[in-house]
């Protein structure tokens, strides 16, 4: 009997609207991604998005690569879609390339790098950030080689094109998928897949399926804020495409709160935008948890963390998150909850950050809070 009998993730990004700048074409660039190989198997595919793009985009090139490690030479393989080494993915749809035979060993790392030799609309990827989470770009065909050139190359956090990567593995392996927003887009799904690592837990994949400024009942259709991404409604069934998923952590809805704040502070926040608890808690129920219900997914909710000290902070916002709080701790709709207010919170004044805990804003996590967030996960839920 084959040792290898099913797909199951290993890693994974969402795709969103990227941040509009200045420069929103490149040419003649090479993309490189390092990934942690969480499991042993005997192929891998990849899929490539370009759900957010007005226009066709054209991978030149991608090679991944088992990094050269205890003496073993690094090893290319091309990687083709249809047999062709080139493929163009048209606006809003995704691809997923051909099986790449690969002797795969848990622990080890691989690396993806993508070639973009003509003019590619940069506008499909994400902004992640983590311990585990980093790349490169280099300008020039460098997809082949061991290195880029120092002179030529720099770091990136922004995950262009390359989604989601598939192991084929033994059956015991699973996926977990951490979705939400900037919170989730930042260190903690990192900590967790490395709490899971040092712990000997290695049958689990953190799949990260986050993007910063995202809601669950509201996106914006302006360039100023299209890089806050997609409305939940939207973004959720795509993102779950996940093989091997068996649960998913839902920490969403802050930005929810905190974004509304009338035509005449700003043009593109109404204050018709504003949610009452009810309506987040009906959102999650019929956006997400009946979704992933139906893909056979064990639903947990995360709680939204303190906000006191941020710009929008008050009462009202404070009253919102305290009611949907209760809700997500107690509601049935869930298999269970992670509690991430109650680990971070300052258990003497509750509407902020524990000591420590704040990365400065009042809105987004320390990494010392991040790991605290990262430890809370039950551990059934690696298993």
Not at 122 to 142: I, K
Request: proline share 4%.
């Amino acid at each position: 009997m084959d040792k290898y009998t099913k797909w199951v993730a290993c890693w994974g990004n969402a795709t969103s609207i990227t941040d509009r700048r200045e420069a929103v074409y490149a040419k003649d660039i090479t993309l490189r991604y390092p990934i942690r190989v969480v499991f042993g198997g005997d192929m891998l595919r990849l899929r490539f998005s370009n759900l957010t793009g007005t226009e066709p985009v054209t991978l030149s090139k991608v090679i991944v690569a088992k990094t050269a490690e205890g003496g073993e030479p690094r090893q290319n393989k091309a990687v083709t879609f249809g047999g062709r080494n080139d493929v163009t993915i048209q606006p809003g749809e995704e691809t997923t390339s051909d099986e790449v035979l690969m002797d795969l060993t848990a622990g080890r790392y691989i690396e993806v790098s993508i070639y973009l030799g003509g003019f590619t609309q940069m506008n499909a990827g994400t902004l992640v950030t983590g311990p585990l989470s980093h790349g490169q770009y280099a300008y020039g065909d460098y997809a082949e080689n061991e290195t880029l050139p120092l002179d030529l190359t720099r770091k990136t956090n922004w995950f262009y094109f390359l989604n989601t990567i598939d192991i084929h593995t033994e059956e015991s392996k699973h996926a977990l998928v951490c979705y939400g927003d900037s919170i989730t887009a930042q260190s903690w799904p990192d900590f967790l897949a490395q709490r899971a690592w040092d712990g000997d837990l290695h049958d689990v994949a953190i799949i990260r399926r986050a993007v910063s400024g995202t809601r669950i009942l509201r996106q914006y259709d302006c360039i100023t804020y299209q890089a806050y991404g997609l409305k939940g409604r939207t973004r959720f069934p795509i993102e779950m495409n996940v093989a091997g998923a068996s649960a998913v952590i839902i920490q969403h809805g802050i930005n929810d709160i905190i974004h509304p704040v009338g035509t005449d502070v700003n043009p593109f926040r109404p204050w018709s935008d504003m949610p009452t608890a009810d309506d987040l808690k009906n959102g999650v129920r019929s956006i997400y948890a009946d979704h992933a219900r139906t893909l056979g997914l064990k639903v947990w909710s995360g709680t939204l963390l303190p906000i006191e000290g941020w710009r929008t902070y008050n009462a009202t916002r404070e009253a919102i998150r305290l009611d949907f709080n209760k809700w997500l701790r107690t509601s049935d709709v869930f298999d269970g909850c992670v509690d991430f207010d109650a680990a971070i919170r300052d258990n003497g004044h509750p509407s902020k950050f524990k000591d420590g805990f704040d990365s400065g804003d009042h809105l987004h996590p320390s990494e010392a809070a991040y790991k605290a967030m990262a430890d809370t996960v039950p551990e059934e839920l690696l298993k």
